[in-house]
């Protein structure tokens, strides 16, 4: 069971609405689709060349959503003749304005042409030399989240911004900083990662400052530093809380976005107005639907008066929302309807910077309350289909749950089983990822201890925010207080900013050394159990060998005598012979594959992993590990006795695992189950072995904030589960929280590595989509319990 | 006599009824199977302990061998006699201890029965 959140982070301003608003097209150009732009800019021949210039930039607008123009050489060639013609600002809003259009192409090969179109530059200008450069610079790689995120390159790009991050770090470049923890945060929220999201944009709040550049540049490129971007930090940030279902700490964000807002000068624009008012309204509808009205209003001024069409499209979604949930279906239906035709009039792509426009899911809600279940699956599907393009698993989850419920409520059970397969592959492949994209990255990982510091200074800052709103009259004291103690802050802001980043740096250093010693201990962990497994495996060896070694033996005794019956024609004692030799030679043959079995299982334990998954049969690996452990521990503790049985399910179906890691955690545990009963009155350890089927799916109510939602996995799976149990005296309280924890250990110092039920917790759950739980009870026994599932 | 083999594997008893048929057959000895401690134990008690030699495993779950050895070592006046089999591993140490428990012989694993038989006709003559 895990929860999910919303993938799509309101990103801040569209810069393609923006890039419009402020440079609208010159009416004077002539645009024909025809041209081709590098011959619009091959008449660019002279910096004063303004006709020129101006219509290249207006063909690129009204070509925009058509051609990847990052592709082609004669562009990119006129574009480096332009770089000594054109003066430097005029040059870098030209390779902006077509850098923006391109990278939003939903092409795999646009999305690659971007990525390689930023990184190249990034590469180029690492120093820039003007402001314009620089803000370039800043503006794509901000914008190349988009490519990166939106295709399969999600882990390149985070290795990449997380380079880029260090690097930023060393130069003590903030505004570079600001915008690199921003694209890691997104990257992260996409992935499911919510902390690691939040910490980042908190990062990139905190290298913000209050003052607005004063260039046109920052407002042209969507307000990517000072004060605006803090806003858009903020309303981010909100959201993030609202869709992990802490509301009030998401209105708290949003109301803090409010106060930098009402810092910035009026002649500043600040794109993310609208949809943070219209968060506000959300965060208030989900606290208390029916008094919401009021918030929904200012939203929509905002939206009016500063938004775009995005921004008009989202405000009807979440009004069809909070329509839904007052069980105003009529309502709803009718936003619901508006922001649609909004989508289809402006062609507003259904992932958008703010998340999902998704009219046919909720379109699908209402019908769904109104109990009109069979036009659910044709809304649905062309949406589940674009989705599924854009790599948006959020919001896929959510409509696949739709649907398969609707197909219930159809009756159509096989389609609905078929929707809960996918909708299950998809978690498993969610969770997959999100356990992989964890460990991308160690640098940033460290860096996390420091995050709760400064979640918790934000957090301090929201809430004084809200007292002051209670001190309106004493205002002109505090603004000469607050100003002064802004500034102390300020500056005790950045000495404990580079403390920070020396004590971050010798930390990485510190833990670097860690790893190296983790690594070496989970190869003592393994080969420390392997110690206690030779004994018992020259014992379980032994014993076979004996009835190879005797009943071959046997067989060439009972042959002999075998002539000799058939030369004095004793029928009665051939046959009595042949049946002995008959009898022996099956059981050398299940002695010899005794024996080989354990070699293989000692030669399993021992090898490096890397291990593929093929069928096991669960029952034949728990019932030889059990005899090993047992026999291991008897050749160390000769003192050491305990009774030990199986109660092995005949009918347990084979599963795909990985033997070795599996055959691991089952002698670990037994290892373990032995320990605990010594000196215990009639020890006696258990392993047993049963089939489970799961609990059909959950059936629950949508997720109308995109927060959590149970994500248990689908009806019609089974798993399977084996048991540990021993009766010793349990595991203390205390203890039982820490026990899957790396390095936790009750053995003396020196007697046990701590790695044992943390590997396995690791084998079991990363490695097989498994669980593992712990039932202990004083003085009565504990019992592991390993679920795996079958498919 | 009468020779109780104790040994949790239970080909044992095939093995040891074919490697004596010559014996059985000329009721020079006659063999009992049990297959825990707490089985020859059990079985001591309700046949009695005379004429009789115990042939044990050492490893098996629940009471050991050489639990075993011990208890009988202490039960009974004259003890009947015991012979260990053992595996390859702890040889010295487990030899040791059934010695110093009155143990009459030791035998490790695989068998060698015709060192066995020769054990035998020794301790019943």
């Known amino acids: 069971m895990y929860t999910r959140r919303s993938q799509y982070l309101p990103f801040t301003i569209i810069l393609v609405c923006l890039f419009v608003s402020i440079f609208p097209p010159p009416l004077s150009a002539q645009i024909d689709k025809d041209d081709h732009l590098s011959d619009l800019l091959n008449a660019i021949k002279t910096n004063r060349d303004t006709a020129a210039y101006n219509r290249a930039i207006s063909w690129i607008q009204v070509s925009r959503d058509t051609v990847s123009l990052l592709y082609e050489t004669t562009v990119q060639s006129e574009l480096s003749r332009l770089e000594g013609i054109l003066d430097d600002d005029e040059y870098y809003r030209l390779i902006l304005s077509i850098y923006f259009p391109s990278a939003v192409i939903e092409t795999v090969s646009a999305k690659y042409a971007a990525i390689q179109y930023a990184m190249e530059f990034a590469q180029n200008h690492n120093q820039p030399k003007s402001k314009s450069e620089e803000y370039a610079l800043l503006a794509i790689l901000r914008h190349a989240r988009i490519p990166f995120r939106n295709s399969d390159r999600i882990y390149d790009g985070i290795r990449y911004y997380s380079e880029l991050a260090a690097a930023a770090k060393r130069d003590q470049d903030s505004s570079r900083l600001t915008i690199v923890h921003y694209v890691l945060g997104g990257f992260y929220n996409r992935l499911d990662l919510y902390e690691k999201a939040k910490y980042h944009f908190l990062k990139s709040l905190e290298y913000l400052d209050n003052r607005q550049p004063m260039n046109d540049w920052n407002d042209w490129v969507g307000g990517i530093l000072g004060l605006s971007a803090k806003v858009n930090r903020c309303m981010i940030l909100g959201v993030l809380s609202i869709d992990d279902g802490d509301i009030?700490?998401?209105?708290?964000?949003?109301?803090?976005?409010?106060?930098?807002?009402?810092?910035?000068?009026?002649?500043?624009?600040?794109?993310?107005?609208?949809?943070?008012?219209?968060?506000?309204?959300?965060?208030?509808?989900?606290?208390?639907?029916?008094?919401?009205?009021?918030?929904?209003?200012?939203?929509?001024?905002?939206?009016?008066?500063?938004?775009?069409?995005?921004?008009?499209?989202?405000y009807y979604q979440e009004r069809a929302a909070n329509y839904l949930l007052r069980g105003k279906l009529d309502s709803a239906l009718i936003a619901v309807d508006k922001s649609k035709s909004i989508k289809e009039t402006y062609r507003l792509s259904t992932i958008s910077p703010y998340g999902g426009l998704l009219p046919a899911y909720y379109h699908s809600l209402v019908m769904f309350n109104r109990n009109n279940f069979s036009v659910i699956p044709k809304l649905l599907e062309p949406e589940i289909n674009v989705l599924k393009n854009n790599n948006a698993r959020f919001e896929l989850q959510k409509e696949m749950k739709l649907l398969a419920d609707a197909y219930q409520q159809?009756?159509?059970?096989?389609?609905?089983?078929?929707?809960?397969?996918?909708?299950?592959?998809?978690?498993?492949?969610?969770?997959?990822?999100?356990?992989?994209?964890?460990?991308?990255?160690?640098?940033?990982?460290?860096?996390?201890?420091?995050?709760?510091?400064?979640?918790?200074?934000?957090?301090?800052?929201?809430?004084?925010?809200?007292?002051?709103n209670y001190y309106l009259i004493g205002i002109a004291i505090l603004l000469a207080i607050s100003a002064a103690t802004l500034i102390l802050a300020f500056l005790n802001k950045r000495k404990s900013n580079d403390q920070l980043m020396s004590k971050n740096e010798e930390l990485g250093r510190t833990l670097m050394q860690l790893q190296s010693t983790q690594n070496q201990l989970i190869h003592s962990e393994k080969m420390a159990s392997l110690g206690e497994l030779t004994a018992g495996i020259a014992h379980e060896i032994q014993n076979p060998l004996n009835f190879v070694n005797n009943?071959?033996?046997?067989?060439?005794?009972?042959?002999?005598?075998?002539?000799?019956?058939?030369?004095?024609?004793?029928?009665?004692?051939?046959?009595?012979?042949?049946?002995d030799l008959s009898a022996n030679e099956t059981k050398i043959n299940h002695h010899g594959k005794r024996a080989e079995e354990i070699v293989k299982s000692m030669l399993m334990h021992s090898s490096t992993g890397s291990g593929e998954k093929e069928l096991?049969?669960?029952?034949?690996?728990?019932?030889?590990?059990?005899?090993?452990?047992?026999?291991?521990?008897?050749?160390?503790?000769?003192?050491?006795?305990?009774?030990?049985?199986?109660?092995?399910?005949?009918?347990?179906?084979?599963?795909?695992?990985?033997?070795?890691?599996?055959?691991?955690?089952?002698?670990?545990?037994?290892?373990?189950?032995?320990?605990?009963?010594?000196?215990?009155?009639?020890?006696?350890?258990?392993?047993?072995?049963?089939?489970?089927?799961?609990?059909?799916?959950?059936?629950?109510?949508?997720?109308?904030?995109?927060?959590?939602?149970d994500a248990s996995v689908g009806g019609g799976f089974s798993s399977i589960q084996i048991t540990v149990s021993d009766n010793g005296s349990g595991i203390p309280d205390n203890i039982k929280k820490k026990i899957f924890q790396p390095f936790f250990t009750t053995k003396p110092t020196g007697q046990g590595t701590g790695l044992g039920l943390s590997m396995s917790y690791d084998i079991i759950t990363k490695g097989h989509n498994g669980e593992i739980t712990v039932e202990t009870k004083k003085d009565s026994g504990t019992k592991f319990i390993i679920s795996l599932p079958i498919n | 006599?009468?020779?109780?083999?104790?040994?949790?594997?239970?080909?044992?008893?095939?093995?040891?009824?074919?490697?004596?048929?010559?014996?059985?057959?000329?009721?020079?000895?006659?063999?009992?199977?049990?297959?825990?401690?707490?089985?020859?134990?059990?079985?001591?008690?309700?046949?009695?302990?005379?004429?009789?030699?115990?042939?044990?495993?050492?490893?098996?779950?629940?009471?050991?061998?050489?639990?075993?050895?011990?208890?009988?070592?202490?039960?009974?006046?004259?003890?009947?006699?015991?012979?260990?089999?053992?595996?390859?591993?702890?040889?010295?140490?487990?030899?040791?201890?059934?010695?110093?428990?009155?143990?009459?012989?030791?035998?490790?694993?695989?068998?060698?029965?015709?060192?066995?038989?020769?054990?035998?006709?020794?301790l019943s003559s």
Do not use: C, W
């Open chain 1, 410 to 468: 159809i009756g159509d059970y096989r389609k609905e089983s078929d929707a809960l397969r996918a909708l299950q592959d998809l978690q498993h492949k969610i969770v997959s990822e999100a356990d992989s994209a964890r460990s991308i990255n160690y640098e940033i990982e460290k860096e996390m201890e420091a995050a709760s510091i400064q979640m918790a200074v934000l957090k301090n800052e929201a809430k004084n925010s809200k007292k002051t």
């Open chain 1, 248 to 314: 009030e700490e998401g209105e708290r964000y949003l109301k803090l976005g409010v106060k930098y807002l009402n810092m910035i000068d009026s002649t500043h624009l600040v794109g993310d107005e609208a949809y943070m008012f219209l968060n506000l309204a959300k965060a208030e509808s989900l606290l208390r639907p029916d008094s919401s009205d009021f918030y929904f209003e200012i939203a929509l001024k905002k939206t009016a008066s500063k938004g775009t069409t995005m921004d008009s499209a989202f």
């Open chain 1, 551 to 579: 009943f071959s033996d046997l067989n060439r005794e009972l042959l002999d005598e075998l002539k000799e019956a058939v030369a004095q024609n004793d029928q009665e004692e051939v046959a009595d012979l042949i049946k």
């Open chain 2, 1 to 122: 006599m009468k020779i109780l083999v104790v040994d949790d594997e239970k080909d044992v008893q095939p093995m040891f009824q074919q490697r004596f048929r010559k014996e059985i057959r000329s009721k020079e000895i006659e063999l009992e199977f049990v297959f825990s401690g707490e089985e020859a134990l059990a079985y001591i008690d309700k046949h009695g302990h005379r004429n009789s030699l115990i042939l044990s495993d050492i490893n098996m779950p629940g009471m050991s061998g050489l639990d075993l050895l011990d208890k009988i070592q202490k039960a009974y006046s004259p003890p009947p006699p015991t012979i260990m089999m053992i595996s390859a591993y702890g040889d010295k140490e487990n030899l040791d201890q059934a010695q110093s428990l009155g143990a009459e012989g030791f035998f490790t694993k695989p068998l060698d029965f015709s060192l066995l038989k020769e054990k035998i006709k020794m």
């Open chain 1, 616 to 709: 096991t049969d669960i029952n034949a690996l728990a019932d030889e590990y059990l005899r090993l452990s047992y026999h291991g521990l008897r050749a160390k503790d000769k003192s050491f006795n305990a009774e030990f049985k199986t109660e092995l399910d005949p009918d347990l179906p084979k599963v795909k695992v990985i033997p070795q890691d599996i055959g691991r955690v089952v002698l670990n545990l037994i290892n373990n189950a032995f320990q605990a009963v010594k000196g215990i009155e009639k020890p006696e350890v258990i392993v047993s072995t049963k089939k489970i089927p799961l609990a059909p799916f959950e059936k629950g109510g949508f997720s109308l904030s995109g927060g959590r939602s």
